[in-house]
């Protein structure tokens, strides 16, 4: 046996060895030293793709780990000769991505991933820009590093695997080291699995890309990657376009100005799943929310707002980058997309802004890293920056814990230097563990406490100098199924709150014009006298360009559309329209499939 486990020891220490030494490599090839990276920065990148080197590794080390596993049983074993094919073809596939990867680069500007295989249909097209003896030298080097790679491997493995006589113990033995394998390749134990985000590091694009294995940036995003452009094609392009037009105007002067200086310092509080269904004054279950409904009369309350997704990691897309939510995949799971989008963290600090986002849960969570650091948020703050102790939640840190530590940030902030911070709370989630215990219910009660935390913290940043300079912007990532007797999806579901406090607010007001979570981006940066036309799916709602007031809504493979003639929400599986009230409309059908459309063509046309 411990021939078999040394084998296996060695395979993937060699493979992982592979990846590691491709770092460098990759850094070089790019012009490392020209773009000033320093030899710690070297060692930075490969520390910090260390992981994702051993998941990929491990994903690798599978197939030699099952052949020993059946080797276990036969009283002569050929592992040599089982495994060269395998050998042959890992060496070859794992060079040849090194090598397009790394030629690739300079001239995408981002890891490989699966869009390369848009480009395979016209390969004459794709290899325009290069030189036949390009081609051929890189040829070159991928087949000889294939050939030192498969050598290898092939040395280091025994020819013959002698049986053994405790075949059942060593069975049970290798499929313990199995289970080790598979932490390997999942990431850790912890919520999130391993992804491209958990080795992203720093705001150095560069450095970020040079630690990702290409391998499995390539592997990770096959199964997301598609035209998708051709998706939701309902209309012929003329009759898309003459519906989509003027939907969202991204001009135009505010008719109302709510603050009274042009820079504020602006923390934006993403409120996890605190849906209308827990605001009295929208309808929801009373009692839950008593600051919410006390902070409303104090700043601006948004009282007709819709949450243009359904899951934390669209969410905050939508609304840190005004950006369309999407039935069928998350933007955040595909850098390769969620890099070209605009940001108000982007827009702010070319203004001059210090960006930082807080996080108690963990940030590797679904590429949320990779997205924050991508879009400008020069500081993060987690999971991992608080102790163990503080840990209580199944989630991460509770939001009383989280909530001091953002005010104890903010009071150190110099008056001076206008920032901008963002806070993801998480208390409010799944399984709703919270030490608090007003409400006997325990979802609630849940949302009671983050109301409490808010409501505190609220109070207390008054008491600082910085509340005079200060825009607070607080909304739900989403919205919340609740009661869970109501059907899924229900449009009520996704009515979410939004409140605009703090001392650079002139006055109290109340706006119940209809609009998107999407909206706040371009409605603040509107405010701000920050152009905003990037922010194709934004609107300024206090614009005098906002003339057609509606909503818009994805959820799992479905959409809904609202305005001020009802709603209409259609699922895609089945192409059924669920609700249509108060009455059939076939306009408001129209429409929402012309922004689905459009959405995903915006996507596809993103590279």
Request: proline fraction near 4%; include cysteine; aromatic fraction near 16%.
């Given at each position: 046996m411990k021939k078999r486990i040394a084998y296996l020891i060695a395979f993937f220490a060699m493979v992982l060895g592979c990846f590691l030494i491709q770092k460098p490599l990759f850094m070089l090839y790019n012009d490392a030293v020209e773009k000033g990276v320093s030899p710690?920065?070297?060692?930075?990148?490969?520390?910090?793709?260390?992981?994702?080197?051993?998941?990929?590794?491990?994903?690798?080390?599978?197939?030699?780990?099952?052949?020993i596993l059946i080797s276990i049983w036969f009283r002569q074993f050929p592992l040599r000769k089982i495994l060269t094919g395998y050998y042959v073809l890992i060496s070859f596939l794992v060079m040849l991505i090194f090598i397009v990867d790394m030629a690739l680069y300079p001239f995408w500007g981002f890891k490989l991933d699966a869009s390369i295989f848009l480009y395979m249909d016209s390969p004459k097209n794709a290899l325009a820009s290069v030189s036949t003896g390009f081609i051929i030298l890189r040829i070159f080097i991928m087949l000889l590093l294939s050939a030192l790679m498969m050598v290898g491997l092939y040395?280091?493995?025994?020819?013959?695997?002698?049986?053994?006589?405790r075949r059942v113990t060593g069975s049970a033995g290798m499929i313990l080291l199995g289970g080790l394998l598979f932490v390997v390749?999942?990431?850790?134990?912890?919520?999130s699995t391993a992804n491209i985000g958990q080795v992203y590091f720093c705001n150095n694009e560069f450095l970020n890309h040079s630690a990702v294995n290409p391998a499995f940036s390539l592997l990770a995003s096959a199964g997301k990657t598609e035209n998708y452009a051709s998706?939701?094609?309902?209309?012929?392009?003329?009759k898309r376009k003459e519906l989509f037009e003027g939907l969202y105007p991204t001009e135009g002067e505010n008719a109302v100005e709510l603050l009274n200086t042009r820079r504020p310092n602006i923390l934006i509080i993403l409120v996890e799943g605190y849906g209308g269904v827990f605001i009295e004054s929208l309808?929801?279950?009373?009692?839950?929310?008593?600051?919410?409904?006390?902070?409303?009369?104090?700043?601006?309350?948004?009282?007709?707002?819709?949450?243009?997704?359904?899951?934390?990691?669209?969410?905050?897309?939508c609304t840190f980058?005004?950006?369309q939510g999407f039935p069928t995949l998350s933007v955040m799971k595909i850098p390769a997309k969620s890099r070209t989008l605009p940001s108000i963290a982007g827009k702010l600090v070319k203004e001059g802004y210090v960006t930082d986002f807080l996080y108690g849960g963990d940030i590797n969570f679904t590429n949320m890293k990779s997205y924050l650091l991508g879009s400008g948020y020069q500081k993060l703050t987690a999971d991992v920056d608080f102790s163990l102790k503080e840990r209580q939640n199944p989630w991460g840190v509770n939001d009383d814990i989280t909530f001091e530590y953002l005010y104890n940030e903010i009071k150190k902030q110099p008056l001076s230097q206008r920032w901008h911070t963002a806070f993801l709370t998480l208390s409010s989630h799944e399984p709703f563990e919270v030490p608090y215990h007003r409400l006997e219910e325990k979802i609630p009660n849940a949302f009671a406490f983050t109301d409490e935390c808010l409501g505190k913290f609220i109070d207390k940043l008054k008491q600082l100098p910085q509340w005079k300079d200060l825009l607070v912007i607080c909304l739900p990532d989403h919205g919340f199924h609740y009661p869970v007797s109501e059907p899924n999806n229900t449009p009520r579901i996704h009515h979410i709150p939004m409140l605009w406090l703090g001392g650079a607010i002139k006055q109290p007001a109340v706006v119940d014009k209809l609009m998107n979570q999407t909206d706040?981006?371009?409605?603040l940066l509107g405010q701000l006298g920050i152009d905003h036309r990037e922010f194709n799916f934004s609107r300024n709602v206090l614009g005098k360009e906002y003339t057609y007031p509606f909503?818009?809504?994805?959820?799992?493979?479905?959409?809904?559309?609202?305005?001020?003639?009802?709603v209409t929400q259609v699922d895609n599986n089945s192409g059924k329209t669920l609700v249509d009230e108060p009455a059939p409309s076939l306009r408001r059908m129209e429409l929402g499939k012309a922004i689905l459309q459009s959405s995903y063509d915006d996507l596809g046309e993103r590279q």
């Open positions: 710690a920065d070297f060692g930075r990148v490969i520390l910090h793709g260390f992981t994702l080197d051993a998941t990929t590794a491990g994903y690798l080390t599978v197939i030699p780990w099952l052949v040395k280091l493995t025994p020819q013959r695997l002698a049986g053994t006589s390749i999942r990431g850790g134990v912890t919520e998706e939701f094609d309902f209309f012929d392009e003329e309808g929801g279950v009373p009692g839950v929310s008593p600051n919410w409904e006390r902070l409303s009369k104090e700043g601006v309350f948004f009282t007709n707002c819709y949450a243009n997704s359904f899951r934390t990691d669209r969410g905050t897309i980058s005004g950006y706040m981006a371009a409605t909503a818009y809504y994805t959820y799992n493979n479905g959409f809904a559309f609202r305005d001020s003639t009802g």
